[in-house]
């Protein structure tokens, strides 16, 4: 990183960055972002379209009945940027515990062409995904959705945030992730421990319209040199360790399973991601104030769910000492 370039585009670096980027995915372009949220809003859809996303279980039912569970799922979030600055309308499809929309349900949300509502032009998938506890899609699932997608006219855009996760967990390539979709974001500054940053992939005709949307929001780059060097060294160094996370995360939902008042929200840790639930007898609030004070930092994804997630600066040793302060903090709070 000492050794960058940090002008603006065309840098030897970020060159040098893309083409890694492109052979990893097989696809012909892409760029780097500084906010994930900046390719989300440079994806297919033009004003006035609809797009179908993949919530987490029962996302349905919250969105429509304003249930307590915050943020649910990327319609949710981001101060509802894809209507604001997108000009689109998203549809909600409720997705099995497995991370998957039902194909029937996809073809059934389909819109066709109009003049009483806008078109459907976008299929989004989640691989892993997150607000199920890092589950991987497998490659047969997305090649089946892409297929009726594109039978349908639709795009297909793959939110890859922890793409790598996915290909250590199923020991493929990421590109058998992503090779029948028509464009793909990943994230370096998750499991790939770069301190910022992220690329969208698709083809050039797709990048370019992207690119200058991405300017339109303001997430043109002066010192990127910096940034793409960090980035090469994440995917250089950090794919194949992954799996050291995967392991730490079976490890500490091992041990979660073990303490009274915590059940798994998961039937399987696939990846990097842990979600449990406390028992509603507890007080929540002093539960994460304790923990906080401990040294245990976890999110909170409803009033009595949690997530846990495992990376590079989070070792073996490391789990167990969580785990025996979230055992006395349990043990302190624990009713009777």
Not at 105 to 117: C, F, L, P, Q, S
Request: hydrophobic share 45%; proline share 4%.
């Amino acid at each position: 990183m000492l050794n960058h370039q940090a002008g603006t585009e065309p840098a030897p670096l970020r060159r040098q960055t893309k083409r890694f980027v492109l052979f990893v995915f097989g696809l012909s372009a892409c760029f780097a972002r500084p906010l994930y949220t900046l390719g989300q809003y440079s994806l297919h859809s033009d004003f006035f379209s609809y797009i179908l996303l993949i919530p987490v279980i029962s996302l349905y039912l919250i969105w429509l009945k304003k249930a307590e569970l915050p943020g649910q799922a990327g319609v949710s979030w981001k101060w509802g940027g894809a209507a604001a600055l997108g000009g689109v309308m998203v549809h909600t499809v409720p997705n099995d515990a497995a991370g998957r929309l039902p194909l029937a349900d996809i073809e059934n949300a389909v819109r066709d062409k109009n003049i009483h509502y806008p078109e459907t032009t976008l299929l989004c998938l989640e691989n892993t995904q997150n607000r199920c506890g890092g589950v991987v899609l497998a490659p047969d699932y997305t090649q089946h959705a892409a297929a009726l997608a594109h039978r349908h006219g639709l795009k297909v855009h793959l939110d890859g945030a922890r793409i790598f996760n996915a290909a250590v967990a199923l020991g493929i390539p990421a590109v058998e992730l992503a090779k029948e979709v028509d464009s793909v974001g990943f994230c370096l500054s998750k499991g790939l421990s770069a301190p910022v940053g992220s690329v969208l992939c698709g083809s050039r005709e797709f990048i370019e319209r992207a690119r200058k949307k991405r300017k339109m929001l303001g997430g043109g780059m002066r010192q990127a040199g910096i940034i793409a060097a960090a980035g090469i060294v994440a995917l250089e160094t950090m794919v194949d360790r992954l799996a050291e996370d995967h392991a730490n995360a079976r490890k500490l939902a091992a041990g979660l399973a073990q303490i009274p008042g915590i059940a798994l929200a998961q039937a399987k840790v696939d990846t990097n991601i842990v979600i449990f639930d406390l028992s509603p007898s507890f007080p929540v609030n002093q539960f994460i104030s304790k923990l906080n004070s401990s040294g245990v930092k976890i999110s909170r994804f409803g009033n009595y769910r949690f997530r846990a997630v495992t990376h590079r600066m989070v070792d073996t040793a490391d789990i167990d000492s969580a785990l025996d302060r979230m055992e006395k903090v349990c043990r302190e709070l624990r009713p009777g």
